[in-house]
């Protein structure tokens, strides 16, 4: 039988790759969904989002300092503080960004404008990252293929991003990573496109260059990790026979700086707000830290990091033993051919995964960073280039690399991903157990059916959370726990039976002040009924009768 002309194998491929790339899209849009549809309560960060977005984020500060503060108001009052407010207030979203977080304004800009049209539900915010993978997926597929010269390996990296289980279980939080990640890969896209000698540079090219960067600066400061390593590689690849052309792209960095300064005037206040995060790290904690690097990088190939230790092992003996199989002449000829079949494009993006990699990890390492930063999100700008590596790597298997790639997703990222959002029973790879269970226990009729709420703890992620459950017309009194052991006249005798009480552990709550408040409840002639409520934890809740 003849083999097809190449014009029928461009276009197969062609075919290939774009059934590839709607599978992804597809695939990752309905896991994503489907674990979104399934959540039951609103994550820690996500309060911050939302009062971010809403641009209610100062003003929660003011109700919490004294405005609503120590005094019964009903449940709205608070609640209406995750509710979309005056629309297009987009410099209320970054002062307060500013003064009350530590991250940059863009992605809450652009979530603003999608609440204000969905409102805020549960999962209203979240399906807003789905929108976000679907364009980072698309996003991806055109970065490698100008980076690899394949449709078909860019259709296979767009399935590896796709499916791996950080990846998917990144969207399930409304938070800025999905984000981060569309911008990293955007802007590598177009540095390399500029950087590309073989095509004329033009202003748009430099002004392309600059808004990326910008717009990534404006979504995660992390970003800046990203920039350091985009200069490096256009000054490695043009600085040899295209200086000119290195020098015209330059500007696009001071250019970048000025658009995110505009755009975020109040960032050294933002930065100032991380020092908190800082800690002193001892012998023990870095090695944690070094367990969860390890886990968190196995976990994007829906392994453990024990299964990545032999597997590395056992390329480390294979290569051993090519290298000595070389030095015979006839596996030197076959060497030279293989070398010859092995396309050298795309390597470069390996480039990438180890800078942003690398500098995430150190900061983690040295503290920089919290205990829990090296979880999905925190490596959202490291995982496409990612799945360009595993692409990479299929390529020395030859004419069987689409099957290994296609594989390697049916066999160990699928199967991996749904055992991440519980789909089937399989073991779940890891940096953190507990961080990868997104589906939490809430308390139904708990709360939902409380008459009041008496709770000794303003945290937004606290207060914010708990209250969401009661009715609008619910009296809630919200003070710290001194508050109310100093003056217990302004809320104990305004307690009913079918209140509750919610105590949550901090800085300055205590256990045994906790256990003062209930006895002033008692003494008032209520009984105090624990609450069993497994999986929430947010607060401690007790049935006053």
């Known amino acids: 039988m003849p083999l097809p002309h190449p014009p029928t194998v461009a276009r197969a491929k062609c075919i290939a790759a774009l059934i590839l790339l709607v599978v992804a899209l597809a695939l990752g849009a309905y896991l994503r969904v489907h674990e979104i549809r399934a959540k039951p309560q609103i994550a820690h960060d996500e309060v911050a989002t939302l009062l971010a977005a809403t641009g209610h984020m100062g003003a929660y500060e003011v109700a919490a300092n004294g405005g609503l503060s120590g005094r019964w108001v009903p449940a709205s009052q608070w609640k209406a503080f995750l509710q979309p407010g005056a629309f297009w207030d987009f410099g209320t979203i970054a002062t307060d960004l500013a003064h009350y977080d530590n991250h940059p304004p863009l992605f809450f800009w652009l979530l603003h404008v999608w609440v204000a049209v969905f409102g805020v539900t549960l999962t209203s915010a979240a399906y807003f990252n789905v929108v976000i993978a679907a364009l980072a997926t698309l996003c991806l597929f055109g970065l490698a293929r100008r980076v690899l010269g394949d449709a078909l390996e860019a259709g296979l990296v767009a399935l590896v991003w796709s499916l791996s289980p950080p990846v998917i279980a990144t969207s399930f939080m409304a938070r800025h990573y999905d984000m981060l990640a569309l911008m990293t890969i955007v802007f590598v896209w177009l540095l390399v496109r500029a950087t590309d000698g073989e095509r004329r540079l033009r202003w748009y090219d430099v002004a392309a260059v600059a808004l990326a960067g910008a717009a990534g600066m404006l979504t995660h400061y992390q970003f800046a990790i ?43 206040s933002s930065l100032s707000n991380q020092t908190g995060q800082v ?29 990545i230790a032999l597997l590395a092992l056992a390329l480390i003996v294979v290569a051993l033993v090519l290298a000595l199989l070389a030095r015979l002449p006839a596996t030197r000829r076959v060497a030279g051919r293989l070398r010859g079949e092995i396309s050298r494009s795309g390597w470069g993006m390996l480039f990438f995964a180890a800078l942003i990699g690398g500098g995430t990890i150190a900061f983690y390492l040295m503290g920089r960073s919290p205990d829990y930063a090296m979880h999905d999100r925190y490596l959202a700008a490291v995982w496409p280039f990612l799945a360009i590596a595993v692409v990479l790597a299929a390529r020395l298997l030859g004419r069987l690399a689409p099957l290994a790639v296609v594989l390697f997703c049916g066999l160990a990222l699928l199967p991996a991903t749904l055992a991440w959002i519980k789909i089937v029973p399989f073991g779940v790879p890891s940096a ?11 308390p139904s009729t708990d709360l939902s059916g409380a008459g009041g709420l008496l709770i000794d703890d303003l945290q937004r992620s606290v207060l914010l959370r708990s209250v969401w459950w009661l009715k609008d017309d619910a009296p809630v009194y919200a003070a710290w726990q001194a508050d109310l052991l100093a003056d217990r006249t302004k809320w104990a005798p305004s307690l009913f039976a079918g209140y509750i009480y919610a105590t949550a552990p ?15 409840i008692g003494l008032q002639g209520w009984r105090q009924v624990p609450l069993a409520s497994p999986g929430w934890d947010v607060a401690h809740l007790y049935a006053i009768e």
């Open 226 to 268: 990203v920039a350091v390593g985009g200069a490096v590689y256009a000054v490695a690849k043009l600085a040899r026979h295209h200086a000119r052309r290195l020098f015209v792209l330059a500007a696009a960095l001071p250019a970048a700086l000025v658009l995110f300064v505009a755009g975020m005037p109040h960032f050294a």
């Open 279 to 307: 800690s002193h790290l001892t012998s023990s904690a870095v090695r944690e830290r070094l367990h969860q690097v390890k886990a968190g990088i196995a976990a994007f190939f829906g392994l453990h990091a024990r299964q």
């Open 506 to 520: 901090s800085k300055t709550n205590t256990w045994a002040g906790a256990a003062k408040v209930r006895q002033i």
């Open 432 to 442: 953190d157990a507990k961080l990868a269970d997104v589906r939490y226990t809430v």
